[in-house]
């Protein structure tokens, strides 16, 4: 890899990612209008010549019921995405089990990290550790009293110092391109959606199971029949929406692993220990016992991304991170 046209690429990484980025608002209003949409098209239409009911979209209605909604659901998924963005630090901390590590603890690794903040001219971030005996490494955080680099117990204990360096260079450098904050803004967006889509799931198993058994008037069993499909159509619309902002926190995800990559690599000045490095992390990546894939995408390696055969293929078609062993090859063309 040449570090030639490098800051180009960065800038021109950010820009996609901001775009993409930008999606997310769009998707959520747009999964919003279908909704109203599909309800207004099962809901109404007309009786034709022969008796035949014919489903009409009413666009005007539509439009009408989208503006009277857009400013709860705008304000609605502002607010929850204020509380989350902000408490990022304690939820991310909470999901993987880390504490801060002090420089008394171990100097060692203070020293590599202040050697490198000094090289690249930032601010020295915070630094935790997690007690696991297996290999992982990620950053977080979204300004500079909340930016941290983790690792585990197991790869500070297994990889010497110039591999290290490679991989808390890496970490540095998702902060210092603002990766950290793009990927927990992702994170939190398909928090939300996910979130509703389960409790739109969540209704349509109590009505099924409770909702029409004890039905004896007609009407009621139609109304009832009408709030099924509703709801069908409200997890229909949550589940696409779902599967786009996916692709889009992977879109943004993957690119940036080569970037951080390459910043590791400069930052330590040895591309082959970084290499090494994730060798050694791919035999044994750890955290495994963190269940949220939201939080795993923030990992140098994805412990899940590392199975073989048909389950192997199917994981690295939505992976968060590019196959560990192209980003080694690239390393060692230095």
């Not at 666009?59 to 705008?74: G, I, K, R, S, T």
């Not at 963005?85 to 304690?90: I, M």
């Not at 203070?110 to 630094?127: A, F, Q, R, S, W």
Request: hydrophobic residues 45%; negative net charge; glycine residues 8%.
């Amino acid at each position: 890899m040449q570090y030639v046209g490098i800051l180009t690429q960065i800038r021109r990484n950010n820009m996609m990612s901001m775009l993409l980025l930008l999606m997310f608002p769009v998707i959520i209003l747009a999964t919003v209008w279908i909704f109203l949409a599909a309800v207004n098209y099962f809901g109404h239409g007309y009786y034709d010549q022969y008796g035949n009911f014919v489903n009409q979209l009413d666009a005007d209605a539509v439009n009408y019921y989208f503006l009277q909604a857009l400013p709860w659901v705008v304000g609605g998924v502002g607010i929850w995405f204020a509380i989350a963005y902000f408490a990022n630090t304690s939820m991310i901390n909470n999901a993987v089990g880390s504490r801060p590590l002090s420089r008394k603890e171990n100097p060692r690794i203070y020293n590599i990290v202040e050697n490198l903040c000094m090289t690249c001219g930032m601010d020295m971030p915070k630094v935790c550790v997690v007690d696991d005996p297996q290999l992982n490494a990620f950053a977080s955080g979204i300004n500079k009293s909340t930016y941290t680099v983790t690792l585990t117990t197991g790869i500070i204990d297994l990889l010497s110092d110039e591999e290290l360096a490679g991989v808390i260079g890496h970490e540095l450098t998702h902060i210092r391109n603002h990766d950290t904050r793009l990927l927990i803004t992702s994170i939190v967006f398909v928090g939300i959606i996910s979130t509703i889509m389960s409790i739109v799931v969540r209704m349509m198993y109590n009505f099924m199971w409770f909702g029409g058994g004890s039905r004896r008037d007609n009407e009621e069993k139609g109304n009832g029949l009408g709030m099924l499909a509703v709801l069908v159509i409200g997890a229909v619309c949550c589940v696409i929406a779902y599967i786009f902002t996916l692709l889009t926190r992977f879109a943004i995800s993957r690119k940036r692993e080569y970037m951080a990559d390459a910043g590791g690599a400069e930052l330590s000045g040895n591309p082959l220990a970084l290499a090494s490095a994730l060798k050694k992390i791919s035999s044994n990546p750890g955290l495994d016992h963190v269940n949220r894939e939201d939080v795993a995408q923030l990992f140098i390696m994805h412990p899940d991304e590392m199975q073989t055969g048909i389950m192997g293929f199917m994981n690295s078609l939505f992976s968060t991170h590019p196959d560990v062993e192209k980003r080694i090859a690239i390393l060692e063309q230095f």
